[in-house]
């Protein structure tokens, strides 16, 4: 057998070797905890949904300005017509011109001036669209009816942006002369209702296409 001191060092070992196990095993446990509570997000600092900001015309969808639009209009008697490519006001050439000529009528006057109040108060573009019957027109300064009713799109553009100081960066014109009519060309009533001039108000929020 051997002496004591020499049985006594393995035992001293193996209670050291316990001693470092536990060390170990608490800053496990430590480092566990610290992690899990580095991912908490403390209440004080919560995300908090931002609300959104109201009050500022400018902020609002291009459709709302569009239906404010239709409600002054209304007031002043016209019609207008919300449509996917925007805000449409159709006014029958007797109330714009004389058969043949594309000179504005001073009593279509207060009602362009109505039109240009409003449009004013917007941001967004408007395209003119001037459109005729097929009756083929025997006039010297125009070779067809799209040429006239181009002309008289130019007419009302020249009004919007002279006399009621509407900028021109946001007018265009266009003309179908007798190719999109509104109503059958059969009747009177009908080529009637096809000679118009369309201001539309556009829908900024989408891109613009012509009806079919």
């Known amino acids: 057998m051997r002496p004591k001191y020499l049985q006594s060092a393995p035992l001293q070992r193996d ?7 536990d060390v170990l095993t608490i800053l496990l446990i430590f480092f566990v905890v610290a992690a899990a509570k580095s991912l908490e997000v403390p209440r004080s600092h919560a995300v908090v949904p931002a609300q959104p900001v109201i009050g ?8 709302t300005n569009l ?29 714009l011109f004389s058969s043949g000529e594309d000179t504005v009528s001073p009593q279509a006057l207060p009602t362009i001036a109505q039109i240009a109040d409003v ?8 395209r003119l669209i001037g459109y005729a019957d097929p009756v083929p027109i ?13 002309a008289r799109s130019q007419k009302i553009l020249d009004l919007f942006s002279t006399r009621y100081g509407i900028s021109e960066s946001r007018l265009s014109v266009a003309s179908y002369g007798p190719y999109r009519p509104a109503a059958p060309n059969d009747t009177v009533d009908g080529r009637a209702s096809n000679r118009r001039v369309e201001i539309v108000i556009l829908d900024d929020s989408r891109p613009f296409r012509e009806p079919a």
Not at 81 to 91: A, D, M, T, W
Not at 119 to 126: F, I, K, Q, Y
Not at 138 to 150: A, G, I, Y
């Open 67 to 95: 239906i404010r639009a239709q409600e002054r209009l209304r007031e002043h008697g016209l019609e207008p017509k919300l449509e996917p490519r925007g805000l449409v006001i159709s006014l029958p050439q007797v109330i």
């Open 138 to 150: 025997h006039n010297r300064r125009f070779r067809s009816n799209w040429e006239l009713s181009m």
């Open 56 to 63: 500022h015309a400018e902020a609002e969808p291009p459709r």
């Open 119 to 126: 449009l004013r108060d917007l941001p967004n573009d408007v």
């Open 15 to 21: 209670r050291w070797m316990v001693s470092y196990a």
